[in-house]
């Protein structure tokens, strides 16, 4: 013990006894502080203080609250040994006992020696945190390990991934002035891969007040996003034939975390939803995602576009589309060309045979136009060969005037009903061509009207010429 005294009563010294230090208590325990003065002095308190000089605190005097600080032997005027319980680090420091004369103002007399005291405070359990979102693999990533409410500020930091130890940067400790707590915070940069999904990180910490490391865990699979592979293949590698079913499978590969979603469109317009099935686990930790959608190759669904939509992660979708071409449409469009070739075949031979046909009755008409005109070269005249008359009728005038005439039915256009009737009746003419009838003897036209019969009537003069719109002509046949 140290003695400080100063000029008491009479001369004597008045000396301030305190525990010489330093004192290590650990954070939570009770410490306690050792000081005694002479029973017989100047009348006045004895006080404790942490610290010394104008900064000082006051820990405990006979009066006041101090609800941790509690004296050892209560009424004693010589023993002020004092009790704090629930030490912590903020008190550690230098404490002094000091005596004071009663008076207006107390007056400070005398002061022990200071007693050092340390706190050891244990850290807390190292808490280890990962970035804000999902990283892609691929790309750095940041860890942050902290600890706090340590004493002495002295402490180890050490990273470890899967119990293999890591480069990390020095850690950053505060404050940095003693006699409080500390805090500590370590980060770690890593770039993360595929491998990662199933690896951990542990922050590991040592210190003066603990007897066994401490560690703080954090999976990596936290902070980690493996982008999917998306691929779309169909049940036929080109055409599919009209009516078939045709498979369309959308795969998801490679993805992590396991949320993923996928929808069928077809031509832009999404599906009828259906219950998607559950992503498979794939032997390194991501998972596959596949889902089927079928359609029948119909005439309607040529050239149909399907996109297999994917979302993974609340990431931005993406998609894969292909295109369906039915086989049968381009059989079909030849097929049908040559159905119109086939149909169109069969009227050009008609058409073909009608020509023919036509061709051979006017070589026929001909020929026999011919014949008869052949057999009549002897006479300036063509002879009407009339069907046998009865015997009762009188033979006709040989009078040159009287004509035999006969209607060849050749009109273009229909003939009023009542004038084809009137001359029926009287009448012995033929309709051979629509221009006038010649205007002499001399320039008539002559027909061989051969196996025609023709109606007599009472002898009449001959019709007068037609107007130049006429369906009407004049054949004159001279009797013998």
């Not at 420091?93 to 207006?104: A, D, E, I, L, M």
């Not at 865990?217 to 999917?228: E, G, K, T």
């Not at 273009?412 to 001359?423: F, G, L, P, V, Y």
Request: hydrophobic share 30%.
């Amino acid at each position: 013990m140290k003695f400080v005294s100063i000029a008491g009563v009479g001369g004597q010294e008045y000396p301030v006894l305190q525990s010489q230090g330093p004192v290590s208590v650990s954070a939570g325990e009770t410490l306690e502080l050792n000081c005694t003065v002479p029973p017989r002095g100047p009348p006045g308190p004895v006080k404790w203080f942490l610290g010394s000089g104008s900064g000082r605190r006051l820990v405990y005097a006979d009066t006041g609250s101090f609800p941790r600080v509690t004296k050892a032997v209560l009424g004693s005027t010589s023993d002020y040994t004092v009790n704090i319980s629930d030490i912590r680090p903020e008190d550690a420091g230098t404490y002094y006992c000091v005596k004071f004369k009663k008076g207006s103002t107390d007056e400070e007399i005398q002061s022990g020696a200071g007693t050092v005291v340390s706190v050891s405070a244990s850290p807390s359990a190292p808490s280890v945190s990962g970035p804000a979102s999902r990283v892609e693999a691929g790309s750095p990533a940041s860890f942050t390990c902290t600890s706090e409410g340590f004493s002495p500020r002295d402490i180890a930091v050490t990273w470890l991934k899967d119990r293999a130890k890591l480069t990390a940067q020095p850690p950053q400790i505060l404050p940095e002035h003693a006699n409080v707590s500390y805090r500590m915070s370590s980060t770690l940069a890593w770039t993360l891969t595929v491998g990662d999904i199933r690896s951990q990180l542990t922050c590991q910490i040592e210190h003066n007040a603990t007897s066994a490391p401490l560690r703080g865990m954090y999976n990596i699979s936290q902070a980690l996003r493996v982008s999917p592979r998306l691929r779309l293949a169909a049940s036929y590698s080109g055409a599919a034939p009209l009516n078939e079913m045709v498979a369309f499978t959308c795969s998801l590969e490679g993805f992590y975390p396991n949320v993923a979603n996928l929808t069928w469109m077809e031509n832009g317009n999404e599906t009828k939803p259906e219950k998607s099935p559950s992503p498979t686990e794939n032997p390194d930790g991501t998972f596959s995602l596949t889902r089927t959608l079928e359609v029948r190759a119909t005439e309607q669904r040529n050239q149909s576009t399907f996109t297999c939509r994917a979302v993974h992660d609340s990431q931005p979708p993406t998609s894969v589309s292909r295109s369906l071409t039915v086989a049968a449409m381009s059989t079909k469009v030849e097929g049908d060309e040559k159905k119109d070739k086939n149909d169109v075949q069969p009227i050009y031979i008609a058409v073909g045979v009608v020509c023919l046909v036509l061709g051979l009755l006017m070589v026929a008409v001909i020929y026999l136009i011919w014949a008869k005109q052949s057999k009549g070269k002897s006479s300036p005249s063509v002879r009407l060969h009339e069907s046998e008359k009865s015997s009762g009728t009188a033979p006709q005038d040989s009078d040159t005037n009287n004509l035999t005439y006969a209607d060849l039915n050749f009109d273009k256009a229909k003939k009023d009903q009542r004038r084809i009737i009137e001359m029926s009746q009287q009448s012995e003419y033929a309709c051979i061509q629509t221009s006038p009838p010649a205007a002499s003897e001399d320039h008539l036209t002559y027909a061989d009207l051969d196996m025609v019969h023709l109606s007599q009537a009472p002898k009449r003069p001959a019709p007068r010429p037609e107007e130049a719109g006429s369906e009407y002509a004049s054949v004159q046949i001279q009797k013998k």
